[in-house]
């Protein structure tokens, strides 16, 4: 189940470990460490942050309706047009990869398309 998601065994273990370590903080009453930066997350199939992707995946959706309206109702000759396309583009681009970086599943290269589409915006 893991290795077809890009999860190694030890990366379980370091997410097992980490709620784990949780469950020990909590009980003495201490508050929750950020681990390696992060705030623990709860893993939902092959993705570490369901909330986070599905909240960009709506993000890229929407960035894609919009697009497409503009496209309907702005015509190609106006001042901008090109730059407002290539900038809407980049954003939706952005946010529908963004939920498939999440599962490392290794054979979708999205890390480079969201890396080079977020240093575009």
């Not at 709620?19 to 950020?34: D, N």
């Not at 993705?47 to 929407?62: H, K, T, Y």
């Not at 999440?102 to 480079?112: A, K, L, M, V, W």
């Amino acid at each position: 189940f893991l290795s077809v998601s890009g999860w190694t065994c030890r990366d379980d273990c370091k997410y097992v470990c980490m709620w784990f370590t949780v469950g020990l903080y909590l009980q003495e009453g201490h508050r929750v460490p950020q681990f390696h930066g992060k705030w623990p997350f709860s893993r939902f199939l092959f993705i570490q942050e369901p909330a986070s992707a599905v909240a960009s995946l709506l993000n890229g959706l929407a960035s894609l309706v919009m697009l497409c309206r503009y496209r309907a109702s702005v015509p190609a000759s106006s001042p901008m047009y090109h730059t407002c396309m290539a900038f809407a583009w980049v954003g939706s681009l952005a946010g529908l990869c963004t939920p498939f970086s999440e599962p490392r599943i290794p054979s979708i290269p999205t890390d480079g398309l969201l890396e080079t589409s977020i240093s575009l915006l």
